[in-house]
Each structure stands twice: as structure tokens, then as C-alpha cells.
């Protein structure tokens, strides 16, 4: 019995993530362009603020709003394996998301002066679009979580290509001379999440009726035929700290993925923000590849899930084993290219006049595989309920991540952000490893 509904989960995961690597990755390619064309047509200064207030963005975002994303992915996924009904999950997700959104909106309008002046360097209209922008993702995310856990990744899919799509058309405005200077791209940033949503009406109205027409009580008879039943229970204080747990991660994940700019543009003086848009081109190669990593990410967690609910642990391992040959292969093949043409690809698509080394972009090509695993391992230790332990090693990594990027002595900031980033990375991905290895 195990051997065909393991064939049939895998193949079912596998569907799932190649329908959203094609929305993701052509949304990774327009996220690109957008950043591609910025840097054709803007100043160094005023490049390194558009890079800048993307940074800013998705730390706040991810690790607000990510984990009311996982949160319902996972929770909709335990619930559809155990045949339970209703419509709490998804209360108990929106009070803890509004909550999260009005924190953010409180906090960013007290630290206006700091945020305005230092990080966007006196930039009215960069601010405003910040604070517009992230309370817009609050919707988009708890859309992502709940198309996730319905396995409909077709429309997410959708959902981040429109996203991408719509801001990518800000830079071609202004690359085509419609418009003109950051602001003018910036504006793309806001319309993003917007359009994204068109989806969400169509796309979860249907649903959302079945599961209050659904039968509750079937929790009960679950119960009664053995299954775990604390699994299934979601209150508002359990779906909080495992989103308090996730949120951690998630602070350490964008440390990992934005701190290096904005530390190299707090620490460089002068010279900073331009600095601090070369460290953003040149981590663009780990963050790249998450783009399409999403695809995996949001398609795991939902199927990990599925398969331990229903005692399917040959499926659960296999998918882990076969998610983490790919990303090896994957990562060899982008160092490989990194060392045959990484400078010369990297000028041509950026410009300006910074020099990229050529062994440190295969250096953060093999870090960004070492990411990848752990992240991959990071969903296994979600879908296994144990977001607080693997929380614990994700915040030891960033802090060590972070300690390495401020120690004095070095001379080419750019060679020891890409140490710290694979150092970061090598220690996590050993950390989840061991985890996993304990299983449940």
C-alpha cells in the first residue's frame, strides 16, 4: 500500500512544483529585468536606494508576512489529509496577519525621521512608497497561503507573475523615456501587490464556500479512528507560536538574503549607497535562484505535510532526498558558469563601473546551494511541527552571519560579505541537517 501513495505523492509534488517553476521562474527573470533596466537608467546613488528600498521591503514582508503564509499552506494541508471542514483556520490566520500589519504600520510611522532620513537618505516619496507597499503584501500573502495548501499553484503561479509583470512596466517606462528617475521606478514596487490580487477574487470565493458548507464534526470521527487529533486542532494561540516560530526564521532567512547591503551602506560612509547596490548585484545570484526555489518551497510544505498526516514516510523522505540532488545539481551547474563567464555576464547585464571576481561569484553560487538545502530541510522540520527548533539555529546563523560581516580588518568588503554568506549558510544547512536526520 505504502509503495503506490508514495509514487503517487511524490508525482503529485513534482506536478505542483514544475506548474509554479514556470510562473516563478519567468517571474524571477522579470524581477531581473526590472532590476536590470533600473541599473541601465538610473545613478549609481539613486540605483543603490531603489536597492535599498527593495531590501527593505522584503526583510519586513517575509518576515511578517511569510509566516501566516506557511502558517495556512501547512495547516490547510493537515486539515484536507484528516477530512475537517470549516472556516476557523483561515479566522484565526487573517486576526493573526491584521495584527502583524497594524504593528508594522504603528512602528514605521513612529521611526519616520530614522527611516526617511538615514536609510533613504531624506526621500519623501521612497518612504511612503514603503509604507503603502508592505501593508499591500499583507493580502497577497495570506492569498499565497491559502492557494498553497489547495495545491492551486497554477494560480499562484499567476499571482506572482502578475506581480512581477506589473512592476517590471515602471523600469520599461522609464527606460523608454515616458518617465524618468527613482521614483518613477519605485512606483512599481506599490502597484506590484496590488495587481497581484486580481486573482483572489475568482480564485478563493468558490472555495472559501465549500469549507463553510463543510461538515466540522468530521474532526471527531478522525479522532475516533486514531488520528492524531492534537494535529488537527488550530487556536489562535497554537497558530501563534507556530507563526512566531516561522517569523523568526524568516527574520534570519531576508539577514541572510538583504543584511549584507545594508550593512555595507551603514558602514561605508560616502560611498555607501553605491557600495551597497555592487553587494546587492552580486548576492542577486543567491537570491536569483530563490525565485524559482519558491516554486519547491511553497510545493513542499503543503505535500511534506499531506504525507506525514497520512503516515507516508517512504514519500516523505523520497521527496526531501530527490529535492536536495536537484538543488546540488543545479547549484555545480551555476558555479560552473559563474567560473566560465561570471564577470563578464554580471558587467554585461549591470554595468557601472565595479569589477566582479570571478572565484567570488563561484563562491556565492556554492553558498546559494548550501541556502537552497537548508531551506529545503528548514520545510521538513516545519511539516514535522517543530518550527521552534529549527527557529533556535536559524537565528544562531544569521547572528553568526551578521558577526562576520562586521569584523574590522577587511579590505575588500565585497570578498567578506561572500565568506560570511557561505560560512552562514554551511553552518545552517549542517544544523537542519541533524535536525532532519532525528526525524519526528
Not at 174 to 180: D, F, K, N, P
Request: glycine fraction near 10%.
Amino acid at each position: 500500500m505504502s509503495g503506490p501513495r508514495s509514487e503517487a505523492g511524490t508525482g503529485s509534488y513534482g506536478r505542483g512544483a514544475a506548474v509554479l517553476s514556470v510562473g516563478i521562474g519567468v517571474t524571477g527573470l522579470v524581477t531581473y529585468t526590472y532590476f536590470g533596466l533600473a541599473s541601465h537608467t538610473l545613478s549609481e546613488d539613486d540605483y543603490g536606494r531603489i536597492s535599498l528600498l527593495w531590501s527593505a521591503i522584503f526583510i519586513i514582508v517575509s518576515v511578517l508576512y511569510r509566516p501566516v503564509e506557511q502558517l495556512l499552506s501547512r495547516t490547510i494541508a493537515d486539515h484536507d489529509a484528516r477530512g475537517i471542514g470549516g472556516t476557523h483556520h483561515l479566522r484565526v490566520a487573517a486576526t493573526i496577519q491584521l495584527a502583524l500589519a497594524l504593528a508594522y504600520a504603528v512602528g514605521a510611522l513612529a521611526l519616520r525621521g530614522p527611516i526617511e532620513d538615514d536609510l533613504f537618505d531624506g526621500e519623501t516619496a521612497l518612504y511612503w512608497i514603503f509604507i503603502v507597499t508592505v501593508l499591500a503584501y499583507a493580502a497577497s500573502y495570506f492569498a499565497r497561503g491559502f492557494l498553497a495548501g489547495h495545491h492551486r499553484f497554477g494560480l499562484y503561479g499567476g499571482l506572482v507573475l502578475l506581480e512581477s509583470t506589473s512592476r517590471c512596466m515602471f523600469a520599461v517606462l522609464a527606460a523608454v523615456g515616458i518617465t524618468s528617475g527613482q521614483d518613477a521606478v519605485a512606483l512599481g514596487m506599490v502597484a506590484a501587490p496590488f495587481a497581484s490580487l486580481l486573482v483572489v477574487p475568482w480564485a478563493i470565493g468558490r472555495r472559501l464556500r465549500r469549507l463553510e458548507a463543510a461538515d466540522p464534526s468530521r474532526e471527531l470521527d478522525a479522532a475516533a479512528q486514531g488520528e492524531p487529533a492534537k494535529e488537527a486542532e488550530f487556536t489562535l494561540t497554537r497558530g501563534g507560536g507556530f507563526a512566531a516560530a516561522v517569523l523568526v526564521i524568516m527574520l534570519a532567512e531576508q539577514t541572510f538574503l538583504n543584511a549584507g547591503p545594508l550593512v555595507v551602506k551603514a558602514t561605508e560612509g560616502a560611498r555607501g549607497s553605491a557600495l551597497a547596490g555592487f553587494a546587492f548585484n552580486v548576492l542577486l545570484i543567491a537570491r536569483a535562484p530563490l525565485q524559482l526555489f519558491q516554486a519547491i518551497q511553497t510545493s513542499i510544505l503543503p505535500h511534506l505535510t499531506k504525507a506525514r498526516a497520512g503516515g507516508q514516510q517512504d514519500t516523505f523522505r523520497r521527496s526531501v532526498n530527490v529535492t536536495l540532488a536537484a538543488i546540488a545539481a543545479f547549484a555545480a551547474a551555476v558555479a560552473l558558469v559563474m567560473l566560465a563567464l561570471g564577470p563578464w555576464l554580471m558587467g554585461v547585464f549591470f554595468g557601472g563601473e565595479f569589477d566582479y571576481d570571478r572565484l567570488g561569484l563561484v563562491l556565492i553560487s556554492l553558498g546559494m546551494g548550501l541556502y537552497l538545502a537548508a531551506a529545503t530541510l528548514n520545510q521538513a522540520a516545519l511539516a514535522r511541527a517543530r518550527a521552534r527548533e529549527a527557529a533556535l539555529g536559524w537565528i544562531a546563523c544569521a547572528l553568526l552571519f551578521v558577526g562576520l560581516l562586521l569584523v574590522p580588518g577587511f579590505d575588500d568588503r565585497i570578498v567578506q560579505l561572500e565568506l560570511a554568506y557561505v560560512a552562514g549558510a554551511l553552518v545552517l544547512c549542517a544544523y537542519l541537517a541533524l535536525l532532519y536526520r532525528r526525524g519526528d
